[in-house]
């Protein structure tokens, strides 16, 4: 065990699951979870902890089992460090987030739900995790899965902790359905406006050749780019019905190599920040996203701000990047997002300057099922302890010394 204090705020680095329950269940105070620290100024900004536990030491592979295809792991694994050892056996974790060359972890990645554009094909990352071990604030472990003890008990713990952002305690391990790497991948560009690209988007997601991903860029006027992977036959074999889809081969680029990576790095560049910008991530239903770039584009307008929209309409997930003084941006995020709202869909706060924060809520008003959400957390949180203020308004922190055990 490591400890390492920064300022007022310690940090401590178990290497083992022992070893964090046993710190947990010995401290008192809030706490902070981190594993690459990625996506530490996604949603609400938690309170100053009195502790910040890493995951940098609970990251070696646990299990591996080529011939059933699952992994056991740390969760302060490197997905990168992961997938270049499952590839030494044709395998791969099927999960592609542009967070990966920046050294995201497995843990970190299933606390923020972070995916890429393969989900389209594989699912989300809550639908490859088989088990999980989960470090509660008062050091009680608990193993999806397997044996249950009594705050846990009928929870399906894999589920639950996608997307939860640290808020119900430590992820120390996680076991994960792997899939065959394949063996040949190509991809086909065409521009499209952003009226075409939700309706062309379902209609390839419904078609039988089966895309692996399709994500749309307002670059060059807007273009979607359509992923098919699988046997080398099998993906040849897609190239004609495909770009009838997709309106015609003449207007259809196929992509494979160095320039099919190239395509989709400058694709996934719409998903992270510039300098000093501020990411906001809208989720609707699938084929929206012309509504979501009209709403945008209005917002922009009125406030006086610059924006980009990157999208994968076929999932319903839209990243838009704001630019300029703070209050305008504020005022921008807040029309979108009550457009967004009229759709059914919503708005949470990815990066962002700091100044930002005084200008709008990161995560915006409570969705229907928070009640369902905060009983979760009193059960297994009941003192508030782990990253309160990280969901905002969805999960009141209680002042020190208020316990929330009230159910």
Same mark, same amino acid.
């Given at each position: 065990?490591?400890l390492?204090? &920064?300022?007022s705020?310690?940090?401590e680095r178990?290497?083992?699951?022992t070893?964090?329950?046993?710190?947990?269940? *010995?401290?008192?105070?809030?706490?902070l979870?981190?594993?690459?620290g990625?996506?530490?100024?996604?949603?609400?900004?938690p309170?100053e902890?009195?502790?910040?536990?890493?995951?940098?030491?609970l #990251?070696?592979?646990?299990?591996?089992?080529?011939?059933?295809?699952?992994?056991?792991?740390?969760?302060?694994?490197?997905?990168?460090?992961?997938?270049?050892?499952?590839?030494?056996?044709?395998?791969?974790?099927?999960?592609?987030?542009?967070?990966?060359?920046?050294?995201?972890?497995?843990?970190?990645?299933?606390?923020?739900?972070?995916?890429?554009?393969?989900?389209?094909?594989y699912?989300?990352l809550?639908?490859?995790?088989?088990?999980?071990?989960?470090?509660?604030?008062?050091?009680?472990?608990?193993?999806?899965?397997g044996?249950?003890?009594?705050?846990?008990?009928?929870?399906?713990?894999?589920?639950?902790l996608y997307?939860?952002?640290?808020?119900?305690?430590?992820?120390?391990e996680?076991?994960?359905?792997l899939?065959?790497?394949p +063996?040949?991948?190509?991809?086909?560009?065409?521009?499209?406006?952003?009226?075409? +690209?939700?309706?062309?988007?379902?209609r390839? +997601?419904? #078609?039988?050749?089966?895309?692996?991903?399709?994500?749309?860029?307002?670059?060059?006027g807007?273009?979607?780019?359509?992923?098919f992977?699988?046997?080398?036959? *099998?993906?040849?074999?897609?190239?004609s +019905?495909?770009?009838?889809?997709?309106?015609?081969?003449?207007?259809?680029?196929?992509?494979?190599?160095?320039?099919?990576?190239?395509?989709?790095?400058?694709?996934?560049?719409?998903?992270?920040?510039?300098e000093?910008?501020?990411?906001?991530?809208a989720?609707?239903?699938?084929?929206?996203t012309?509504?979501?770039?009209?709403?945008?584009?209005?917002?922009a307008e009125?406030?006086?701000?610059?924006?980009?929209?990157?999208?994968?309409?076929?999932?319903?997930?839209?990243t838009a990047?704001?630019?300029?003084?703070?209050?305008?941006?504020?005022?921008?995020?807040t029309?979108?997002?009550?457009?967004?709202l009229?759709?059914?869909?919503?708005?949470?706060?990815?990066?962002?300057?700091?100044?930002?924060?005084?200008?709008?809520?990161a995560?915006?008003?409570?969705?229907? &099922?928070?009640g369902?959400?905060?009983?979760?957390?009193?059960?297994?949180?009941?003192?508030?302890?782990?990253?309160?203020?990280?969901?905002?308004?969805?999960?009141?922190?209680?002042?020190?010394?208020?316990?929330?055990?009230?159910?």
């Amino acid at each position: 065990m490591t400890l390492v204090n &920064s300022t007022s705020v310690a940090v401590e680095r178990p290497e083992s699951v022992t070893e964090a329950a046993d710190l947990l269940r *010995g401290t008192d105070g809030p706490l902070l979870f981190r594993g690459a620290g990625t996506k530490q100024a996604w949603a609400g900004r938690p309170v100053e902890p009195a502790l910040v536990v890493e995951t940098g030491r609970l #990251s070696s592979v646990l299990a591996y089992n080529p011939a059933d295809m699952t992994v056991a792991v740390g969760a302060g694994m490197p997905l990168r460090d992961l997938q270049d050892l499952l590839g030494e056996k044709g395998q791969w974790l099927a999960l592609d987030p542009s967070t990966e060359s920046a050294g995201a972890t497995v843990g970190g990645l299933l606390g923020t739900g972070d995916s890429g554009p393969r989900r389209l094909r594989y699912g989300a990352l809550r639908d490859l995790v088989i088990g999980v071990t989960l470090v509660l604030s008062d050091g009680t472990v608990a193993r999806g899965g397997g044996t249950v003890i009594k705050n846990v008990a009928g929870y399906d713990l894999p589920k639950l902790l996608y997307g939860s952002l640290g808020t119900l305690g430590l992820v120390a391990e996680v076991v994960l359905r792997l899939h065959p790497r394949p +063996a040949a991948t190509a991809t086909a560009t065409v521009q499209v406006p952003v009226d075409e +690209a939700g309706e062309l988007a379902l209609r390839l +997601a419904a #078609s039988p050749l089966e895309p692996a991903a399709v994500d749309w860029g307002d670059v060059d006027g807007g273009l979607l780019a359509v992923r098919f992977e699988g046997t080398p036959a *099998g993906v040849e074999g897609r190239r004609s +019905a495909a770009g009838e889809l997709l309106g015609g081969a003449a207007g259809v680029e196929w992509r494979t190599g160095a320039d099919e990576e190239t395509v989709w790095q400058r694709l996934a560049e719409g998903h992270r920040p510039e300098e000093e910008e501020t990411l906001a991530v809208a989720g609707t239903l699938p084929g929206r996203t012309a509504d979501v770039a009209w709403a945008l584009s209005e917002a922009a307008e009125a406030s006086g701000v610059r924006t980009a929209l990157a999208s994968r309409p076929a999932l319903g997930l839209h990243t838009a990047r704001f630019a300029g003084a703070p209050a305008a941006v504020g005022a921008a995020v807040t029309a979108w997002r009550e457009r967004v709202l009229a759709m059914g869909g919503s708005v949470l706060l990815r990066d962002r300057p700091a100044a930002v924060d005084a200008e709008v809520d990161a995560v915006g008003p409570p969705p229907s &099922s928070v009640g369902l959400l905060r009983s979760l957390h009193r059960r297994l949180d009941p003192h508030g302890r782990c990253a309160p203020g990280r969901l905002g308004s969805w999960l009141p922190h209680p002042a020190p010394g208020e316990d929330r055990d009230r159910s």
